[in-house]
Every structure is written in structure tokens, then in C-alpha cells.
């Protein structure tokens, strides 16, 4: 690996290689680096053979740092600062570590060899190395030595040589490959093995790396602007980090050549992936084989999802339980040979002897039980079934259950204990912890795997049994166990009780309840015993301010984890913004906007099924508006401002080239007025839907229409005091009138039942107040009127509601057999679609 970064230094040296925030190293200044390290590091006494454990931050010394390393024929065992310092110290023993490099010297580590700081070892000034790579490099030097987790309880360290680590590095540099015009973003913690590809990949190819900060790997709006702001043009990751990424439609600037790994990868995911590179690779791998065993460059046309084929100097053998081959098309275990097989377990020759096996009728060197079962086809491509065995993985991590049981039977109080991964929903898969001895308060135990274990293995949910279930074999049963899991988290969510105060709630609500995979959750419930964590907070933080437009703080979240704790950390001055939430499970086609309630639109919204995505927006103002009239205050609105609010949110969403409008009642005008600001930022909307919308105007002969003229005329002429108490009161009983004549047959809305009143007074004051203004709209429009709306006794409506004052463009009238709420349910809201859909239809021949 040396060899090939001072053959790029002599040929580019002057190029950019590594960047930090906005510190860049080229590759001149990278070898001046290594070089300084290197002798700072010979100068704490590390040679040929020495381990040095690495424990730092990241940031632009990360890559000289372990070159140093490797240049005195060293290798580093890295080390997660984040990790429990009972884990760290672990690593440090077992690894038998000679010098520890941290810069945190005061984070209670306990270490009895050297320690230094990265600035400490620059001050001795640096060899004369005219070249990096040491003379007597050999390929057999350990490069690393990665833990990972073990069935042991503790982690197993895995011993990876410099010719292991040379034959990947150069199968990458062909599949996927780099170019040196291209920049990798770095995201990956040193305790992870793909590591290796994001920090040494660029600079055997002559590439840029770009280390992201430990905040912007793990907050989805940081990494979106670093993926823009530096042009990267490839990204490895695991599913998990790419569902956080691209959520909410976000695409890259310039398209990525996407890696994705780690886990098996959701197909849900590959629209979205396909859609934001130029080309996607699926990566697999254990961490004894090197990284990366097989890759596939996965096509739009494929018809499965493949791990693909082996990389360079690799084998790959498909068995069944006897280790005799299987044939093509049958499931079986992997096993996997060639250059990249590590040297097996440090200082575990009986656990090496079980998974680095010798069959010499398949071939001769060593080979890998992955443990993994994989189809593979006639093509030769790879399909990843399942686990064979008890590991699992989640998010990307590989987990033993037998750490965390191991751990949990050293608790007095408990007997034995069996960890099970279940489905909280698809592609969500949840540690659950069960036990037998004496019950444990959930949260003690729960305190005592995180003082031991990394976040990522802490059961959420620990369940004591009396026994086990057991097979045939007088096994305890994992199959039965996962089952009881499930029913177990399907009766969690049947206890959670909803509380939501108003539609900000409910838009926070909805939020949770998709990444959660969990109904009915209150504003009191806490997102973490919930069955959340630490990345998928990140995520939810970011779609709550693309929902709302509100920054909810990252401290108060994980400081007090519930809804109403989040809304009291806003304070008051949320008046500015919109909660936005998605009303269907669609993620293709044109995305479907409905303004003014969120609620009243969800029997609409299920009628679009998968066609497309249906959003409901409601503006904190019109909270506010609400709010004044129900305690009978001066209503403080203003309809740019209102209007501007609901443009915002539908900006937040993503860059959508065009959009659909829809706005019942009142919200057909706010449709209108959004529709012409996007129109002017060059968003195109394809349809406007008036769902029986109507001006003041709207009748002939109508008593409704006087009572708003003498009510225009009290306000032009100032007229206070008891006339306005007057004339107000009779408006009230006279809309009660209209209420009442209305067919009570239809069943309204909730959410529309529980603040009726105060709403239709504020958006009745609302509308007087736009109508004062005049306007004029160049656009088409779709109007769906009521039939039996009531405009009073006797009264008549225009044929187009008078819409047609204002709007300049082509104006399509439907109607529908309901009164004016009816139009949102039963079997109304079917024939209002029908309306939708061929009008929407009608304008794209």
C-alpha cells in the first residue's frame, strides 16, 4: 500500500488527497505528515511487530496517522471512542497493545503501555524517508487488528495482513473503481472495517478523500450539504445510512457511484439509489475475508438482488452441512477463499480452528465459514439469503446474540438468558433480551448493557419467562422465541394510547410512527423506549424539520426524548411555519399537496394507493388564528404570510419539478396563491383542485352575501363597541342555522368535529380579508362542487361559485352528490377522486 502512495506523490504531489473541514492535504504534504508521525512513533518505541491502538477523533492527521503506522511495519488496532470504556479496555488487553494514540487522555481509559497524543508525536522533527514503504515491508506484517463481535462474550480480535489488505485494495481500484478525478466521502468510524476502502482506496488511485466530521457522518442535512459543497462523486455506506440520507427525496447535485453494504439490501431502497447515482454496486463481505469478498453492479433490469461475484484472488464455495458442494440454484453455506482469508483469531487458535477450515478436495488454502446462506445461480451471481446460524445483523452491524447473553448471565439475578432479533416492521429489526430468574426493571438492565456493550447491541425490551421454549433436540428454541418477540412488541403498541393536542402533533406523530413502526404513540412516550436509537433519532430529527420547518435541538431530543418536552423546547415563535405529513405510502410519481388540514384529506389520499405521494400541510398560523377566535382575541393573520409558510414546506419536501394542489374550501384559495409563487420559481403545477371553494360572491340572493357586505361596511366605516358585538353574534347564529339545515347524514372528521366552531369563524374572517384584496390568476383550475352545499334559504349558488373573477385560465367544473364536508368521506371522497383522476388524466393527453 506504501509503495503506492509514494508512487502518487512523485507523479502528483501537488494534488489534493485528504480533506478535513477546510483543511486539505495534498499528497506532498500527506508523505511530510506521515513522515513526522512515523518518527514520533519510532520515538515511543514502535517497530516491526508492535500494535498501536488507535483511539482518536476524526479529522485530516486520521490517514497519516496509520500510514506512520504501516511505514515502521506496524500494525494499528483501532479503537471507537464512543465504545464503553469496559469494551475499550477489553481490545486494549486482548490486543496486547504497546502504545495507545488518543486525544482524550482524560476519558478514564485505563492502560498501562505508552500513551500519546497525535500533536505530541509532530514534535519530533521527521526522518529523511525518501520513500514511505520500509525496505523489508512483507506481506505477511500484520496491517490491523479489527474486533469485531464475538459468541464469547467478549469481542473477537481478527489479524489482517498487508497482503491481505494489497489484493483488496487493488480489486476495488478495478470493481467498482476509482478514477483521480474522483472524490470519496469518508463516513465510516475506524472500528468498522470498510474503513479501509474509504480512507485508502482514493490514494492507491490518486483519488481525493474527504473525512466527514463524526456530527456530519451521522446528521442527514450536515451530509447532504458535505456531499454538495465538495462534489463528492462516490459514497460507500450500509442501507441503514443511505435510508437516512436520501429520505424526504433528496438527491445529489451531480449523480454518485454508490456503494451499499453491511446488511442485506432492502429492495424498497433501489428506486431511490438508482435514482441518485451513476452507478450502484452491492457489496458483501465478512470482516475475516477482508472487507469485500463479492460485488455486483446491480442493473435496473435486475430481477433479484445479487452479491455478485468474487473480487480478484478470491473463491467462493457453496455447501451444504456435510461441507460437500451444492448445486447451482440450491441454498447452502457460504465459504470463501484466496488472498483476502485473514491469519484467524488473535489469541483464539480453538475458534480459529472452527472457522478457518482446510478441505482440500475443494482447494488448498484456507477457507472462510461465513456462516451465511447464498444461493448461487447459473450465471455464477451470488443471492444472500439468510444467517445459518444465531448472529444477526442490524443497521449494518453484525451482532452475537452470545455477547450480550453471555453479559446478562453475569447479572445475580438472572439464570440464563437468550437474545432474539424480531420484526418491528419491514426491514426493522429490534434486540430483544429473553430471561429467566428474578423480574428486572427493563431500564436497569438496560443501563447495564450500555456500561458494556456499544449502543447498537443494548436490547431495547427484556422479557422474563418462566422457561424456555425448547426443540427436539432439548435446544432452546430461537425460532419460537423470535415469534414471542413479535406478539410481545405487537401488544407494546396496543398499550400506547394517542394525545395528540393539535395538528402538530399530529404531524410530529406521524413522523415517529414511520420510523418506529409503531401506532398509536402518545406526546408523553419516550422515542428510545420506544425502540429507537441513536441514528434513527438523527433521521427523525431531520424529517421533523422537513415536515414542520421547525429546528428541533438535537441536546433536548436526547436529553428528554418525548413530543411534549420537543414542543416546549420551541417556545412561542413558531408562527412562520407548516407541518407537512405524508397520508400515503407511495414514493413514486407526482407528489399530491393538500392544504389547510391534514386529517379531512386522509380518505382521499388512500384512494391514490401507490400511484402517488399525498402530503397534507397545515400552517402554524392558522393554529394561531384558531387559537384567538376560540379565547375570542383580535385574530392576527396575514395571507402572504400564511401563503409564504405553506410554500416553505413544500420546498422542504425535495426538488420536485412539478406538483399537484388540492384545497377545500378556504384552502382552494390558498392553492391558488401558492400556485402562482411556484409558478414564478419555475415549479411547474401541473393541477389546481378546487374542492368547493367559493367567494363571498358565489350566491345570488343570498342573505349570506348581505350579512358579509354589512359586515365589509361596519369594518370600512370603523363602526365598534356593541354594533360589532352584535353583528358578530348574529353571523354565529346564523352559520348554526346552515349547520343545522345540513344534511346530517354525512359523517364529518374528527378533527373537524372537535374544533368546527373556531375554525369556520377564523377562516370565515380569513376569507373576508382576502377578498379585500383583489387577484387575479392565469392558470387552470378544477373546481368539485358540492351539490347540497347550503348557502341559506332560498339561495342560490353561481355555476362556477364566481371563481371565475379571479382565476383568468381555463376553469373545469365537476360536481359531486354531497353536502360541502361530505366530500372527504365515505363514498363521496371515491367519486371525488374519480373527478380528480380524469381531469389529471384529461390534461396529460
Not at 405487537?490 to 410512527?513: C, F
Not at 387577484?775 to 352545499?789: E, G, I, N, P, Q
Request: charged share 20%; aromatic share 8%; glycine share 6%.
Amino acid at each position: 500500500m506504501l509503495a503506492y502512495v509514494d508512487y502518487q506523490v512523485r507523479k502528483r504531489g501537488a494534488a489534493p488527497a485528504v480533506t478535513f473541514g477546510a483543511i486539505t492535504l495534498n499528497y506532498a504534504d500527506l508523505a511530510l505528515r506521515t513522515r513526522s508521525y512515523a518518527a514520533g512513533l519510532a520515538g515511543c518505541g514502535v517497530k516491526a511487530g508492535t500494535r498501536v491502538a488507535v483511539a482518536v477523533g476524526r479529522s485530516e492527521s486520521l490517514i497519516p496517522l496509520l500510514l506512520a503506522i504501516w511505514s515502521l511495519r506496524a500494525a494499528y488496532v483501532p479503537i471507537d471512542p464512543a465504545h464503553p470504556l469496559i469494551r475499550q479496555t477489553y481490545i486494549l488487553e486482548n490486543a496486547q497493545a504497546d502504545v495507545l494514540v488518543t486525544d482524550n487522555r482524560h476519558n478514564g481509559l485505563q492502560f498501562a503501555g505508552v500513551t500519546v497524543e497525535p500533536s505530541e508525536l509532530l514534535r519530533v522533527p521527521p526522518r529523511n524517508f525518501r520513500t514511505l514503504a520500509p525496505a523489508d515491508y512483507l506481506p505477511s506484517d500484520c496491517a490491523y487488528l479489527i474486533y469485531t463481535s464475538g459468541s464469547t462474550g467478549n469481542p473477537k480480535g481478527v489479524v489482517i495482513t498487508q497482503g491481505n489488505l494489497l489484493n483488496f485494495l487493488l480489486a476495488m481500484k478495478t470493481r467498482p473503481g476509482l478514477k483521480p478525478q474522483d472524490r470519496l466521502l469518508a463516513i465510516t468510524t475506524i472500528a468498522f472495517d470498510i474503513h479501509i476502502l474509504e480512507l485508502f482506496l482514493p490514494l492507491l488511485t490518486g483519488a481525493q478523500v474527504v473525512v466527514a466530521a463524526k456530527r456530519e457522518a451521522s446528521a442527514p442535512l450536515e451530509l447532504q450539504g458535505l456531499i454538495d459543497r465538495h462534489r463528492i462523486t462516490a459514497l460507500q455506506a450500509t442501507p441503514a445510512t443511505w435510508r437516512m440520507l436520501l429520505s424526504g427525496g433528496w438527491q445529489p447535485r451531480q449523480p454518485l457511484k454508490i456503494l451499499v453494504g453491511g446488511e442485506a439490501l432492502p429492495s424498497d431502497l433501489l428506486p431511490h439509489l438508482h435514482a441518485a447515482s451513476t452507478e450502484l454496486w452491492n457489496m458483501y463481505g465478512p470482516t475475516e475475508t477482508t472487507v469485500w469478498s463479492t460485488c455486483h453492479r446491480i442493473s435496473r433490469n435486475d430481477d433479484r438482488i445479487y452479491i455478485g461475484r468474487p473480487i480478484r484472488h478470491t473463491t467462493v464455495h457453496v455447501v451444504d452441512e456435510q461441507l460437500q458442494p451444492v448445486a447451482d440454484g440450491v441454498v447452502g453455506e457460504l465459504l470463501i477463499g484466496g488472498a483476502g482469508v485473514a491469519a484467524g483469531y488473535y489469541r483464539n487458535p480453538e475458534l480459529t480452528r472452527q472457522k478457518f477450515i482446510h478441505l482440500p478436495a475443494l482447494e488448498s488454502g484456507v477457507l472462510y465459514r461465513t456462516g451465511d446462506a447464498v444461493i448461487r445461480h447459473s450465471n455464477g451471481d451470488i443471492e444472500y439469503i439468510d444467517r445459518i446460524d444465531n448472529q444477526i445483523k442490524i443497521r449494518g452491524f453484525r451482532i452475537e446474540p452470545g455477547d450480550i447473553e453471555q453479559l446478562l448471565a453475569r447479572w445475580p439475578q438472572i439464570r440464563q438468558a437468550v437474545v432474539v432479533a424480531a420484526n418491528f416492521a419491514l426491514n426493522d429489526k429490534r434486540l430483544i433480551a429473553f430471561y429467566l430468574g428474578e423480574p428486572m426493571p427493563s431500564t436497569q438492565l438496560q443501563d447495564y448493557c450500555s456500561e458494556h456493550l456499544p449502543a447498537h447491541m443494548v436490547p431495547r425490551y427484556f422479557v422474563r419467562l418462566e422457561q424456555f421454549p425448547m426443540t427436539a433436540n432439548l435446544k432452546v428454541d430461537r425460532k419460537v422465541l423470535v415469534n414471542m418477540g413479535t406478539n410481545y412488541l405487537t401488544e407494546q403498541k396496543k398499550q400506547i394510547a394517542t394525545n395528540a393536542r393539535d395538528d402538530l402533533d399530529l404531524s410530529l406523530i406521524a413522523v415517529w410512527e414511520k420510523h418506529l413502526a409503531v401506532q398509536g404513540i402518545g406526546i408523553d412516550d419516550d422515542f428510545f423506549e420506544l425502540g429507537g436509537h441513536s441514528l434513527l433519532a438523527l433521521q427523525v430529527l431531520s424529517e421533523m424539520h422537513q415536515r414542520t420547518g421547525l429546528t428541533f435541538s438535537s441536546a433536548a431530543f436526547f436529553e428528554k426524548p418525548t413530543l411534549r418536552a420537543l414542543r416546549e423546547s420551541l417556545g412561542e415563535d413558531t408562527g412562520g411555519t407548516a407541518s407537512v405529513v405524508k397520508l400515503n405510502q407511495a414514493t413514486l410519481g407526482e407528489p399530491v399537496f393538500c392544504l389547510c388540514g391534514m386529517q379531512v384529506y386522509r380518505e382521499l389520499a388512500q384512494q391514490f394507493g401507490e400511484q402517488q405521494p399525498v402530503f397534507a400541510i397545515f400552517a402554524e398560523t392558522e393554529f394561531s388564528m384558531i387559537r384567538a377566535q376560540s379565547q375570542r382575541h383580535q385574530m392576527n393573520y396575514s395571507f402572504d404570510e400564511l401563503v409564504q409558510a405553506y410554500v416553505n414546506a413544500i420546498s422542504r419536501q425535495g426538488d420536485f419539478s412539478s406538483v399537484t394542489l388540492i384545497g377545500l374550501s378556504f384552502g382552494g384559495f390558498v392553492a391558488l396563491e401558492v400556485a402562482d409563487v411556484l409558478s414564478k420559481r419555475g415549479i411547474r403545477v401541473s393541477n389546481v383542485i378546487l374542492l368547493d371553494t367559493y367567494l363571498s360572491t358565489g350566491s345570488y340572493r343570498s342573505l349570506r352575501k348581505i350579512a358579509v357586505d354589512l359586515a365589509r361596511q361596519f369594518k370600512r366605516e370603523r363602526f365598534t363597541g356593541c354594533w360589532t358585538f352584535v353583528l358578530h353574534r348574529w353571523l354565529r347564529l346564523w352559520r348554526k342555522i346552515q349547520l343545522q339545515a345540513s344534511d346530517a347524514s354525512h359523517r364529518l372528521h374528527s378533527d373537524i368535529k372537535l374544533s368546527r366552531k373556531n375554525r369556520d369563524r377564523a377562516y370565515d374572517c380569513a376569507a373576508t380579508q382576502y377578498e379585500d384584496r383583489p387577484r387575479r390568476y392565469h392558470l387552470d383550475a378544477l373546481l368539485v362542487k358540492a351539490t347540497r352545499t347550503y348557502f341559506g334559504f332560498g339561495y342560490t349558488a353561481k355555476a362556477d361559485y364566481d371563481l371565475g373573477s379571479i382565476i383568468r385560465g381555463r376553469l373545469d367544473i365537476r360536481e359531486v352528490d354531497s353536502d360541502h364536508l361530505g366530500l372527504m368521506s365515505d363514498n363521496a371522497v371515491r367519486q371525488t377522486y374519480n373527478v380528480i383522476q380524469e381531469y389529471m388524466q384529461q390534461r396529460q393527453v
